[in-house]
């Protein structure tokens, strides 16, 4: 009971965190920043606030999931459900090798820099490919054709 309270605060902690900070980081519009700073204050606060808290790792990813795919189902996006369901593994994944990387080596900066990069790469990948398939931009907007 313990370990899921601990990391339902973690996970609420991270999201809180990350919108304030994705808000900041997003201002200028800069496609750098979305496909860089916003997995770095993601992955910091969800694996920090874990580390800060006592809370697992990849629990506090699987909250911090769950509560950016509601947001992706109830904001009006014709992909809604799919980038909550996309998002929400991705999380996951990125929890399993915050969670590894920590096992192995007993390193917050490690296990963050290795979750950042594979957040980068799977928004590279999952960006890079939605435009493609339905027009998309990334920002619920539509592209010109």
């Known amino acids: ?10 996970g609420l902690s991270a999201a809180f965190i990350a919108l304030i900070g994705n808000r ?19 992955e910091a606060a969800k694996t920090g606030a874990a580390l800060v808290i006592g ?3 990849l ?16 904001k009006p996006s014709r992909f809604g459900l799919l980038a909550g369901f996309v998002g929400l593994v991705g999380h996951l994944a990125f929890g399993l090798m915050a969670g590894l990387v920590y ?13 950042t990069l594979a957040h ?3 928004n590279a ?3 890079g490919r939605l435009p493609a398939i339905g027009r998309w931009r990334g920002d619920g907007r539509r592209n010109r054709v």
Not at 3 to 8: D, K, P, Q, S, W
Not at 27 to 39: C, M, S, T
Not at 63 to 74: H, K, M, N, P, T
């Open 1 to 10: 009971m313990l370990t899921t309270v601990l990391a339902l605060a973690a």
């Open 24 to 42: 900041w980081a997003v201002r200028g519009g800069d496609r750098v920043a979305v496909a860089a700073l916003v997995p770095l204050v993601e």
């Open 55 to 57: 809370a697992p790792i």
């Open 59 to 74: 629990a506090t990813h699987v909250v911090f999931g769950l509560i950016e795919a509601g947001y992706d189902i109830i």
């Open 103 to 115: 096992g192995r080596l007993g390193s917050g900066p490690a296990a963050v820099a290795a979750a």
């Open 120 to 122: 980068i790469f799977f």
């Open 125 to 127: 990948v999952i960006i």
